[in-house]
């Protein structure tokens, strides 16, 4: 592996890195309010109610940057209560709510909006509210990493409009329970724009009506739960192309939608998408809306993970903008990285869930790691290895990657390439590639269409792996330090011991001694080996995300 150039390629993935992250450095520093709690926790207005469906049927009017629509929420009685909680971000509105066809008080807190029933709520029963709301809903200054609608025009002066709202929330343009812990088990979007534009969204088109008022509504389908910040609105002068893919669980449509000019570039690049899949079956296991569909739809920001209608914007080019995220090893440069990485996260964010957004480790660490076992599959485990280790140049290791509870608090940006980096040392311990595989494959079997717990996956790999890995989750989720394998020399004993870690940090590692691969099991006391011969190197097997310092004298500390 080439690592001249350092200075530039760490340069150069930092900046990659936060422009993936967004604004984390804010959001470390920032002080909680009561708006934070009612968005980050499951309120008594949450609790005693579960989502069944939704159907969001809104009007998108390019020409004055307005959205206009209800959304029907029917959910299931889980304990009786009469106040519900609906989530919309101001400059938006609701308007009325309505159900059975009464209309229904509401109050606001900010971005709360409690809605008192008039009917009974008995346990078990299924019920519906309809929304109806409005405005001009906040405009993202810096797509996707800020939440917002992005109206824009394309060459040839038609609009493109498209929505982006990870961390931020969904309620910044639809009215919904803006908490990732329920997801609704399917979904219609009727999305209505002017009639020369297409909409796509999520799931399959069910049929298009040509309205009398200049306007088309398409309706779309979702026939598995989806997340709020996944449901998309994707708005132009597309033009359509597709083909069909022969995968685990049969033949999965392909839909493309791209604009008019980039029609040939897009049907030369989107041949990443078959490449996608067949590696990440391979390794995850089915893709997991075969009812759905798969789309890639152009849009005017880099991209994003909308369940079944992956955005894209990476200019046609591979790498991320043109250039190589592991640095100058030269792999990142073999596929549209927006493309694999994004379409990751339909395994790793809409299959498998974070329930708080203080766990968004869940989904950017395995989705990241996702990229070298793409590249593995296709080039080679050596080359896969080389991608994941480039990327280390990335890590900042100034915040812990998980962030604060029930407040809606994201943690460090280092979830990207400290995560990936977490999860190939971990691959090197189980030290066995069948069963590696089998544990990613097995873990979105296990958890398939499910919101899950940092606490959940750190047991289920333990349970896998063989081994109790809290200490090792500590270390890498929830600390700053890089374990350091600090080891001295003398005659022909070999003393080891980890430092700079968590109690109880007891991660086994492979060295080489005058290249001779050995397997030792550090503590953080110290442990020796003797018949070494005197003079031998030590080298740490570089695939462990680890630091070595020889010392020649140790304290007895």
Known sequence: MNYTSLSVRTCFLSVIFLLL???????????????????????????????????????????????????????????????????????????????????????????????????????????????????????????????????????????FVANSNQGDGASLWWPCKDHMYDEPDSMQISVTVPENLMDISNGKLRGVKQNNDGTKTFHWFVANPINNYG?????????????????????????????????????????????????????FGPYPFYEDGFKLIEVPYTGMEHQSAVTYGNGYKNGYRGKDPSGSTGWGMKFDFI??????????????????????????????????????????????????????????????????????????GDMYPKGGNMLHTLRQVVNNDKKWRDILRGLNKTFYHQTVTTQQIENYLSKQVGRDLTPFFNQYLRDIRIPKLEYQLAGNTLKYRWSNTVDGFNLPVKVYLNGKEKWLEPVTAWKEVSGVKPGTELTLDPNFYVESSRKESISSR
């Open 21 to 159: 992250w967004g604004t984390a450095a804010q959001a470390q520093t920032k002080t909680f309010t009561r708006q934070d709690t009612l968005r980050g926790s499951i309120t008594p207005e949450r609790a005693w109610w579960d989502l069944a469906y939704y159907h969001l049927n809104v009007k998108v009017n390019p020409a004055d940057s307005t959205i206009k629509g209800m959304n029907a929420i029917t959910y299931k009685v889980l304990t009786p209560s009469q106040r519900l909680q609906v989530d919309l971000q101001p400059p938006m509105q609701i308007e009325k709510v309505t159900q059975n066809g009464k209309e229904l008080t509401f109050t606001r807190d900010g971005n709360a909006w409690f809605v008192q029933l008039d009917r009974k709520q008995t346990k078990g029963a299924v019920n519906t509210v309809e929304v109806y709301y409005g405005g001009k809903p906040v405009v993202s200054k810096n797509p996707p990493w800020s939440g917002g609608i992005t109206w824009k025009k394309d060459a040839n002066g038609q609009p």
């Open 231 to 283: 449901v998309n609105l994707s708005i132009g002068d597309y033009v359509h192309f597709s083909e069909k893919y022969k995968g685990e669980k049969g033949l999965l449509d392909l839909d493309y939608y791209v604009l008019k000019e980039n029609l040939e570039k897009a049907k030369v690049q989107f041949k990443d998408a078959p490449r996608m899949l067949k590696a990440f079956e391979h390794w």
């Open 339 to 412: 493309i694999i990485h994004e379409s990751g996260h339909e395994w790793f964010a809409n299959n498998i869930t974070y329930k708080d957004i203080a766990d968004m480790w869940i989904h950017e660490s395995f989705t990241n790691y996702s990229e070298n076992l793409f590249v593995e599959y296709h080039y080679g485990k050596k080359a896969g290895s080389e991608y994941v280790i480039g990327t280390r140049a990335g890590i900042g290791n100034k915040q812990p990657i998980i962030g604060e509870y029930n407040v809606n608090h994201k943690g460090s």
